[in-house]
Nanobody, 125 residues
Framework: QLQLVESGGDLVQPGGSLRLSCAVS????????VGWFRQAPGRDREGFYC????????SYVNSVRGRFTISRDVIENIVHLQMNSLRPEDTAVYYC??????????????????WGQGTQVTVSS
């Protein structure tokens, strides 16, 4: 059974940085695409970044480009999300999710079949 566990969420001041991690078990990252989603209070969950099984990446939200970076460690089977220059509007619960084997990146929830429990990121002074 494929499982994902997020970690690294915290309270941070505006302009600060956080590194989220998504540990994947039950599947190898070289065969699995992993997407990052976030859900802010009162808003729909949105997909904003993804790394596919070949290591290719895609971003779906303009506001994170240039600030967030996705990477993966295929030995440890972990996907990292480095978030810099954080803003109050980045406050959300952050989720990672896995798609079907050898599927390409997508920003749509319906393309992902396995989800982590989420980790809270709060950006506030």
């Amino acid at each position: 059974q494929l499982q994902l566990v997020e970690s690294g969420g915290d309270l941070v001041q505006p302009g600060g940085s956080l590194r989220l991690s998504c540990a994947v078990s039950g599947a190898d990252l070289v065969a699995t695409s992993v997407g990052w989603f976030r859900q802010a209070p009162g808003r729909d969950r949105e997909g904003f970044y993804c790394v596919d099984y070949g290591g290719g990446t895609a971003s779906y939200v303009n506001s994170v480009r240039g600030r967030f970076t996705i990477s993966r460690d295929v030995i440890e089977n972990i996907v990292h999300l480095q978030m810099n220059s954080l803003r109050p509007e980045d406050t959300a619960v952050y989720y990672c999710a896995a798609g079907a084997p050898f599927s390409y990146c997508s920003g749509s929830e319906s393309d992902y079949h396995y989800w982590g429990q989420g980790t809270q990121v709060t950006v506030s002074s």
